[in-house]
Nanobody
Framework: QVQLVESGGGLVQPGGSLRLSCAASGFTFRRYAMSWYRQAPGKERELVAR????????NYVDSVKGRFTISRDDAKNTVYLQMNSLKPEDTAVYLC???????????WGQGTQVTVSS
């Protein structure tokens, strides 16, 4: 049974940091590229960061470059998003996505809320 379970969201002050985790199970994690998306109320879902399978190549949306870091630990079947220098506009539900495998399918987590506010 495929599962992606995000954790680590919460309320943080502007300029603060959070680390999100996405724990995967039910598929061969190392054979999937992993991504973090976010969706704020009234806005479309946005790709924030992704990390490739095997070689670990990373990509980021321009608005988070230099502030966010995506990483993966294949031994733990977990992908992380370290978020530093958080801004109010980072407020959103953050979702974990896996893509790959024999069918080149994708799976989504349930999301975790990140709120950046004074």
């Amino acid at each position: 049974q495929v599962q992606l379970v995000e954790s680590g969201g919460g309320l943080v002050q502007p300029g603060g940091s959070l680390r999100l985790s996405c724990a995967a199970s039910g598929f061969t994690f190392r054979r999937y590229a992993m991504s973090w998306y976010r969706q704020a109320p009234g806005k479309e879902r946005e790709l924030v960061a992704r990390i490739s399978m095997i070689d670990g190549t990373t990509n980021y949306v321009d608005s988070v470059k230099g502030r966010f870091t995506i990483s993966r630990d294949d031994a733990k079947n977990t992908v992380y998003l370290q978020m530093n220098s958080l801004k109010p506009e980072d407020t959103a539900v953050y979702l974990c996505k896996a893509w790959g495998g024999p069918a080149r399918g994708d799976y989504w987590g349930q999301g975790t809320q990140v709120t950046v506010s004074s």
